[in-house]
């Protein structure tokens, strides 16, 4: 549905993994392999003049032909982290949107602490125009709850496992997230960076379909 | 940021009701009231020559002063059951939606047992072009995940307390769509109406901004 | 330990709590019964003399005899609810605390929707300046977070049992509490408003013991 | 109950899962390790004449006498799999099936996305004409309860730990089976592919014993 | 398939459910009311000449037409109760399978306490050939445990939410049924007796199409 | 309380198990280290003429002076495990039952599927009179019921981390054991074999004391 | 297995537990009915010549013959209660120990408030020297906990739902016991005070058997 | 607010660490850095002239410029532990406040096994005078609970994963402080010492600007 197939590379053998991304790059022109650790992208072997992008900390692999053409050029997105620690999960969701052609802007340790940095986050935020949000957050999941309120784009809340204690895997951060005071936040699965990239998709899509193209 | 106040009606007395109601009426022309049982909707006294409606099923009152513009006319939303009993959640999105301009068109008892009317339904809703679309589920919470399978347009899943035993309060039907195998599905919490209809208004939102109105 | 033995009327008869209610004016010149329906405050029979003072919304009793002293004159605490719905549970914490002496002050619905709100709230907490402060939450939990950030008195989070969905009986906001990323905030469980009072004494009593009575 | 015993490697020695193979293989001419990884496949020493298969994504091992003889032929059980990663705990079950006489047929990848792809499957499936049908699957586990729905033969849901986040493990996918919307669905534990076989077995048997070996 | 629609009563008005029943009678013959409280009961209007069946420790209302022939004649269940406090849920089950057609056999209070009681039960139970086996249990869920591992049929768990304390909600009685030590029990949800009733059809209606009507 | 100090190996160093066995062998001529891994018990150095004993199944250490004289001679305890994968937490228990001087008979794989096994096994169980039974198990956790219905000594149930999928960590062992249907079976923590032989202690002492040594 | 059959008067009619009454009153010449609240008490109709003890708080009823000859003379049992709101479950422990002719002693409100109070307490408690404990505790469970380590006898731990907020219905009581610091205590389910009871009676009739009537 | 930002190693580089090192060193003239494990401690290249500290135990470490003045002398804060096996946690809270000039004193190894020891920490606790007292363990999660009954500083509870089977990561204690009979406790999150530690310092500061620092 206009957003590509995702290769997990969990629990998949190298040359199942090659096997598929040499049928979509067939296919589509462009091939993504999510959760690919650094020492298994090393055995990979692509095809001659596919171009490469590899995100170690996302541990995501972009693929493309050398003539691939974006789909969302016009597309606008904006990306929050609530700490460092968020960017695993974040960047799974920039790369992939980056890869199809969308506009993203990054802002990252947009935390309490320092309500001066939150404001400023908020005013170039809106500058931005943004047509959908992605905020990252684990412990507490604060930061899209807060952004939900004070921005009136599309805002989707993306857990992460970062916490301590009870609670610290995500789930803290997710159910704050549905329990959320201030309505129209959405979410998806903790740590699903690749699921929020598909949501800001699927919202990017039908504004530039309704001709929002500014 | 665009979407109304909603009064929550439980934990509150009939006169904090009322003065929140003239209050928002006042500032905005729209008062809306959820959670209300219809007996207090009864005892409720309303302004002279103020509109209302109220849908029983939905526990949801909406009151407006006549000369009320709603904000988001040109906007569509679909807007899915899974079966009846999940109506009552979907209704206080709906209601709310139309009150606000929102050109809603609704579909029930789109289950599994009858693919025909599946099929049937996805064709009419591709047909309606939705800038989003709202599916509530409860029990297995398939459907949402089936839609947002087959429809390109950004589907909220909202979550129902339908069901029986272990997981039948809409924790099974939140856990199937937070694990949808189709990505892009966001979600409110379970039975989250007023939420879900705040997420599709700033979607619509930013499709009527960017120039969306066709 | 310097906190007065609460009477938890749930459970009890009305004999058992004219009882126990007797016993503490005698020994202590005063006695607190929480969790006291009116109905059945209306069929306790006091003895002459005693000053009473009931809340409804907090369900809480208090008895007193006329010569009673409060200990803890001097302190200062600082009373925080994100909304209206959080009030019977805040209240069982401030009523206690005013019966023992202490100066208490309230701000309610100091949630995020509003940020001018919450930073004149802020402003006018750090100028009474609290011995410790109670902020009260449900849903997300967020305002103790929040607080806790931006004040440097001790706060103690509570919890209540107000929200919708999974997490709504006041998990979510325990939780939210529990992963701050705020440090220090302390919690008490859910709803428990007496626990936050009685923590708040402690630190009070340090405080005044050690000098600090300005 | 005309099931096999079946030798859980986890928690045993090479030389008590020696043992109790001899024993098995004199008593029953059949013996089936489940678990058991390959490195201590490698150092298991079997008696000469034993035939063996060893599935290394099952992690299975089949080791039979020359001339045994499977009780089960003329059984028909269809296997399904929603997804690739979901092969290990489906291939438990259908190994030990063949290895008993059922004849066995498998689709894999029969998702949602491809609703071509499972209207072609569930053709095929009802031509086979199956005693009774597996169908595994993690994450939001609907194929089961989609082919439950579609299909009238008996449908044993197999959950597996695939998934990411909150219910990951397989807890998403076995409450979703649990609430499945299509009545007539069983399930058995997570990742128990031992337990789907023998439940297979079971009707199989019955449906042999009453005289439908067509 | 095979399974007639059953019409859940709970969140339906009288009319509904009246309406409901006029459809199905008139296209199947058959109409079956689950979860109908006995004073709704008394309220519904059904057209002259229908023949009703009423249960109420089961709250289950079965219809037919004078003329309504049961498709699975020569079908039989087995089903047993660990006590009578799981009646309700097992007479869900066989109530619907009796008007069916099949020739039901039920087992009651067949406990641990009385190991006479249970060995003469499994005979009666094999002499009996059921094509499938529904056993009801609550607390520690261990009769359908024991059962699955003394009788060849298939046996299907019917957990019930008959406990006390911690589990007592049948969440107990289903994890137990689920780690079952014998292979091949599968389960239906706590208190699902329609989706045991009709995963047994399932099971009945295989044995009878592959010849097995003896 | 007449049961010696458990040093747990589990967080302590080598050194600081050492001071701790050497202290207690000069209180009480007896030390008992729990969950010591074979290569750390390597490198453990002991008095002199201190006898040792280790087992490395329970991760058991046991030492003790050469006059050392255990104080719960006459004393008798059955123990049963429902399958060899629960010995390690049995044993914990009967090695420290055993080093204080009691009589412990033991029963290994007294499942359900043999009937006959476990009925004679409970007629050796009763003629061997024992003080306490502890009885093992994972899984569904079914042999302590079932033993504790038909034998009139005071039963300790010990649920073991033994099992698969949902609840396999032991808890459906727990729970199950929680919910017996066959009053008055008690239950210590998962995998706490430490406490089950400490709770079998306290009864024997109770014995012994009261003049049973018959 | 020496302890009476208890009637559990939930979800039985008056008839039925009248029935079971007679019957066992026949067989044994003693008839005990949990669970049975007072107006359903007054309804039953009992043979004339049977003597009747109904406890209202504890919801008990015991019925015997004028010859009933408790089997249990001799045997001591301590019951204590953390507070009295523990009371019901406790005394339905107690009541049915009495009845079978145990000798119990009581202790209430035995709280860590007052340390002067526990210790005279355990004094007495050891002066009693009795066979067995019973202590009951909600919130955070500690009475048993402590007793345990303080005092030589068998102690069961009895957990209560009594509490508030997070864990208040008797879970943070019944883990705080399964995680007890001191070894040896072992715990029923929550409000299980008739299997408190027939634990008690285990260990009573092994130390009367074992010739301990002093 | 007071208390200084500290860098937690967890998932950030060696060189991010060192970035964050050398920025606090310069403005604050005080680093602290949490969860760093030895080898990577090795790694860490500071600046010349710095003081540093590590706690192998606690992983933490603290560095300082030498003329840092700490800003909290004259605060006092008690510190206790059930058990060794606690100390990692209370380490962390300790050394912290430590370096921040509050005088702390600790005692470990108060348990409930032997009260006369604990009857002399709390004397001479009590003769310490703290302003705050932070009380760690696991497994039962007691100690906290039975130090707020008794002494009348704030108590901040510190859970610890420190146990085993159900509830053994510090949920049961965490639960238990929660439930606490003992009003006025208050807790931070399981294992979270930077937490308590922060909210000591919150008391402190407030008491020593109060006034009181005798």
Redesign the interface.
């Known amino acids: 549905?206009?957003?590509p197939?995702?290769i997990?590379a969990?629990?998949?053998t190298v040359e199942?993994i090659e096997h598929a991304l040499k049928r979509l790059l067939r296919s589509d022109g462009l091939a993504i392999v999510s959760r690919l650790d650094p020492d298994r992208r090393e055995e990979l072997d692509l095809p001659d003049g596919v171009e490469t992008e590899y995100d170690e900390r996302a541990r995501l692999l972009i693929a493309r032909v050398p003539d691939y053409e974006p789909p969302y050029r016009g597309g606008r997105v904006a990306a929050l982290a609530?700490?460092?620690?968020d960017l695993p999960y974040l960047r799974e969701s920039t790369r992939i949107l980056e890869a199809l052609g969308v506009e993203v802007r990054e802002w990252v340790d947009v935390?309490?602490?320092g309500?001066h940095r939150l404001f400023s986050t908020l005013r170039e935020l809106r500058e931005f125009r943004p047509?959908?949000v992605i905020a990252a957050a684990?412990?507490?999941?604060?930061l899209p709850?807060?952004v939900n309120?004070?921005?009136?784009?599309?805002?989707?809340g993306l857990?992460t496992?970062?916490?301590?204690?009870?609670?610290?895997s995500?789930?803290?951060?997710?159910?704050?997230?549905?329990?959320?005071?201030?309505?129209?936040?959405?979410?998806?699965?903790?740590?699903?960076g690749?699921?929020a990239?598909?949501?800001a998709?699927?919202?990017v899509?039908?504004?530039l379909?309704?001709?929002?193209?500014?």
Do not use: W
């Open positions: 549905m206009g957003f197939e995702v997990l969990e629990g998949k199942e609530a700490g460092t620690s935390g309490l602490a309500p047509h959908a684990g412990m507490d999941g604060h709850v807060l309120a004070l921005v009136d784009a599309p805002v989707i857990p496992p970062v916490g301590y204690g009870v609670g610290g995500g789930e803290a951060a997710l159910l704050s997230m549905l329990q959320t005071c201030s309505p129209g936040l959405t979410v998806v699965n903790v740590g699903n690749v699921g990239a598909a949501a998709i699927k919202i899509r039908t504004v379909r309704e001709g929002g193209d500014d």
